[in-house]
């Protein structure tokens, strides 16, 4: 799914590239490639687009250059629920054929550093609020709702 943003349209593609595409007339700003086939959808918060990259960790790149501003191979995929005043709540859902959960991951937004981890055995879905200090909710398997506070 692609992720709007003011000055333009950002696409993940199975191609190993994350495109960035002008509002105004439609053209290619930039375009970032990778090693591996991009399968999450990015995430855009300010000027800052953030991706998972299979095999190679989590990535944030500047939405106006497509320039790599950090990488962390320690979150290993996941998308960002929501930004909790420099950091982000990043939740990486298990989701192998015979997995039961997900790992919730606080990184710092500027430097990529993970502050800590999570890791839960029944949160099949995790969905919030908004992107800034967003409240964020599991669910269960089993259909229960929890709330979670960063």
């Not at 007339?25 to 991009?38: C, E, K, S």
């Not at 960790?57 to 960002?80: C, H, Y």
């Amino acid at each position: 799914t692609p992720v709007l943003g003011d000055s333009g349209l950002f696409v993940a593609g199975r191609d190993q590239s994350i495109w960035a595409f002008r509002l105004a007339d439609g053209r290619q700003m930039w375009r970032t490639r990778f090693q591996q086939p991009l399968t999450d959808d990015p995430k855009l918060i300010e000027n800052t687009l953030y991706q998972a990259v299979p095999n190679e960790g989590f990535a944030a790149l500047n939405a106006t250059s497509g320039q790599i501003l950090w990488q962390n191979p320690e979150v290993a995929g996941g998308t960002v629920l929501t930004r909790h005043r420099n950091d982000l709540i990043v939740w990486d859902k298990d989701d192998g054929p015979d997995s039961y959960g997900s790992t919730f991951s606080r990184v710092d937004a500027t430097t990529g550093d993970v502050l800590g981890m999570a890791r839960t055995e029944w949160i099949a879905e995790a969905a919030t609020t908004s992107m800034e200090s967003g409240d964020i909710y599991g669910l269960s398997r089993g259909g229960r709702i929890i709330k979670l506070v960063p």
